[in-house]
Structure formats: structure tokens, C-alpha cells
Nanobody, 124 residues
Framework: VQLQASGGGLVQNGGSLRLSCAASGGTLTAHAWGWFRQAPGKEREFVAALSWSGTNKYYADSVKGRFTVSRDNAKNTVYLQMSSLKAEDSAIYYC??????????????????WGQGTQVTVSS
């Protein structure tokens, strides 16, 4: 499975962005999906995840109520809709996929495939 993340950019504080993660070589319904981010000098951290069924969604406390993860099976694409963005949301955002069930999707080590990352910068 190859993942291509896109949609990052520069946005003002309070603005919105939608990140996309296009998958090739595999189907969305056969994987669980995660979004992570990494700011300069910090470790990569969990942002959001979508279960294999697509019905269960998980969010870091810092983004709950502001970010929404979803998928479009027809387009084989996973999205991260981000709103009410803050300066502390600035980071490189990565999408990831896991094939097998039964894992803690907040843990970046359980993922099999990673996208290349897309930069999000929120200006204050």
C-alpha cells in the first residue's frame, strides 16, 4: 500500500484545512487509518484514527471537537478535516495504515504503511 498525503499549507489562526491521504495498492476497508503529526524538536504524536470498519473514530484530546477523520471508499482516500486551527497545530502531518485488526491505533508503532507527510503551518 502506498499513501500520498496532501492538503497542507499556511492558514491563519482559527482557520480550516482538509488533509487528504490517497491510498494505492490497497483498499480502505481492509485497513485502519491514523493521522499523526510531528512538530520541530518534538516526537511524532497521535492525532486521529479510523477503525477498520470506519465506524469508530479516535482523537487526541488536543484536537477533539476541532478535527474530524473520515474516508471515501469510492476515492480510496482518507481525510482529516481540521478547523479552529491554532498555532500549536503547526506540524508535519502524516497518514498511516494498518492491515491487521486488534491494535491500539493511538500507537504509531502498530502501523504498517506511512505517507510522506504534509506541512501545516498556522500563523498567529
Amino acid at each position: 500500500v502506498q499513501l500520498q498525503a496532501s492538503g497542507g499549507g499556511l492558514v491563519q489562526n482559527g482557520g480550516s484545512l482538509r488533509l487528504s491521504c490517497a491510498a494505492s495498492g490497497g483498499t480502505l476497508t481492509a485497513h485502519a487509518w491514523g493521522w499523526f503529526r510531528q512538530a520541530p524538536g518534538k516526537e511524532r504524536e497521535f492525532v486521529a484514527a479510523l477503525s477498520w470498519s470506519g465506524t469508530n473514530k479516535y482523537y487526541a484530546d488536543s484536537v477533539k471537537g476541532r478535527f474530524t477523520v473520515s474516508r471515501d471508499n469510492a476515492k480510496n482516500t482518507v481525510y482529516l478535516q481540521m478547523s479552529s486551527l491554532k498555532a500549536e497545530d503547526s506540524a508535519i502531518y502524516y497518514c498511516a495504515a494498518r492491515r491487521l485488526m486488534g491494535a491500539q491505533l493511538e500507537d504509531l508503532n502498530v502501523y504498517d504503511y506511512w505517507g510522506q507527510g504534509t506541512q501545516v503551518t498556522v500563523s498567529s
